[in-house]
T-cell receptor, first 113, second 118 residues
Framework: ELKVEQNPLFLSMQEGKNYTIYCNYS?????LYWYRQDPGKSLESLFV?????AVKQEGRLMASLDTKARLSTLHITAAVHDLSATYFC?????????????FGKGTKLTVNP | GAVVSQHPSWVICKSGTSVKIECRSL??????MFWYRQFPKQSLMLMAT?????????EQGVEKDKFLINHASLTLSTLTVTSAHPEDSSFYIC??????????????FGNGTRLTVT
């Protein structure tokens, strides 16, 4: 059974600081996603990482994937208040003949002025 | 970009009644749609995989007779919560991938339906 672990689950940081969110998963998969969720809203796709060593950047967020270590990171650079949200990583795997997307528990990020 | 429309956005119903939630892919065909449930301050849990023209595949612990899924066309899947109870109150989110899409394309999520059962 595919398990996805995210840490930290809660992150409070000051504006301008850097931090990294970690996502570990238990079985082989070459497809990892990062999503953002604002309170009461659905998911916004941030990144799709498809191969070992993949790195993608959008604004102050950068995601990377190490399939050998089964680890993805979401790095936040010079955080701003607008980045406050819950961030989920999700890993896709084929189980029982169908593709499933399994989510981590999420990291609730609060950026303080 | 690809859009998934979910309706209604929120619904309040009395215990014992049934509620239907629709998920439509507006500008692409989706062979497979996924239904998730999210309780407050928790992650998304996959309930079932909806396949066009065939029976849905339910995750362990999800009652298929309670959560009826119909995927009648390549653009529409419905989730019916039958005989709803307060513990069914949750945020229900559907997602879809374009027909022929692989892991190279992300899943597109609907805006979610907040169900409150009184």
């Amino acid at each position: 059974e595919l398990k996805v672990e995210q840490n930290p689950l809660f992150l409070s940081m000051q504006e301008g600081k850097n931090y990294t969110i970690y996502c570990n998963y238990s079985t082989t998969s070459d497809r990892l996603y990062w999503y953002r969720q604002d309170p009461g809203k659905s998911l916004e796709s941030l990144f799709v990482l498809l191969s070992n060593g993949a790195v993608k950047q959008e604004g102050r967020l950068m995601a990377s994937l190490d399939t050998k270590a089964r680890l993805s990171t979401l790095h936040i650079t010079a955080a701003v208040h607008d980045l406050s949200a819950t961030y989920f990583c999700a890993v896709e795997a084929t189980q029982g003949g169908s593709e499933k997307l399994v989510f981590g528990k999420g990291t609730k990020l609060t950026v303080n002025p | 970009g690809a859009v998934v429309s979910q309706h209604p956005s929120w619904v309040i119903c009395k215990s014992g009644t049934s509620v239907k939630i629709e998920c439509r892919s507006l500008d692409f065909q989706a062979t497979t749609m996924f239904w998730y449930r999210q309780f407050p301050k928790q992650s998304l849990m996959l309930m079932a995989t909806s396949n066009e023209g065939s029976k849905a595949t339910y995750e362990q612990g999800v009652e298929k007779d309670k959560f009826l899924i119909n995927h009648a066309s390549l653009t529409l899947s419905t989730l019916t919560v039958t005989s709803a109870h307060p513990e069914d109150s949750s945020f229900y989110i559907c997602s879809a991938r374009a027909r022929g899409g692989t892991g190279n394309s992300p899943l597109h999520f609907g805006n979610g339906t907040r169900l409150t059962v009184t």
